[in-house]
């Protein structure tokens, strides 16, 4: 399975998802094609680069998000993805992007997406004091951060004394659960894959 990678920041997740193809639960499974950000100086960008993947970037700044979003969308058509991974891409995705990657997108909140949506997840469960949050894997549509959930983890917050101490522990999830996640899609050919390849079928 062909994923593109969309981030615009730290690429934490990339990351973890690059090493997950290579040597963890995507081995065999899938292959990055391109990691693509609207910050050509995302630093995740230059990770993924340094580790010898195709990279792209287009600058979203000062662009009107549908004609921006076709943009990209074409663009992601020239690597032939069959899912659409955002990674910490921090945008809000028009019917133009959404449309040609149909029930093919995926993403990772930091919070459960039925009580939070949006920025600043872990400033919210930090702030807020809980006990605990749940990282959450979704479908994407065309709001933020309503699709279907695909998968949810819970972390343990008590004794999470910093906003620091948070994040490193919310992240330690995320990086487990989104590969684990895209695996599960891809083994148990759920509703994503079979609409990729109807696509791709109905592309031929
Ligand atoms: C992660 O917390 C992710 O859940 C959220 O944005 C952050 C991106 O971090 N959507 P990174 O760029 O993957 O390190």
């Known amino acids: 399975v062909r994923l593109a990678i969309l981030l615009s920041g730290r690429g934490s997740n990339m990351l973890a998802l690059l090493e997950a193809t290579k040597t963890g639960v995507l081995k065999g499974l899938a292959e990055v094609v391109v990691v693509f950000s609207n910050k050509p100086d995302a630093f995740g960008l230059e990770a993924a680069a340094a580790l010898g993947c195709p990279i792209a970037s287009l600058p979203s700044q000062g662009r009107k998000r549908e004609a921006f979003d076709a943009d990209v969308a074409a663009l992601l058509q020239q690597y032939q993805p069959d899912l659409v991974v955002l990674a910490g891409y921090m945008r ?75 994040e490193r522990r919310g992240l330690a999830v995320e990086h487990e659960l989104y590969a684990e996640t895209i695996a599960a899609l891809i083994t148990n050919k759920q509703n994503v894959m079979s609409s990729a390849a109807e696509t791709s079928r109905s592309e031929k």
Do not use: C
Not at 120 to 130: R, V
Not at 135 to 146: K, N, P, S, Y
């Open 92 to 166: 809000i995705l028009s019917p133009a992007f959404i449309q040609p990657f149909a029930g093919r997108i995926i993403n990772i909140h930091p919070a459960d997406t039925h009580q939070h949506q949006g920025l600043h997840a872990y400033e919210w469960a930090f702030e807020n004091k809980l006990a605990e949050t749940k990282i959450t894997v979704h479908l994407v549509d065309e709001g933020l951060d309503t699709g279907p959930i695909l998968a949810q983890q819970t972390v343990d917050l008590r004794g999470a004394d910093t906003l620091a101490e948070v």
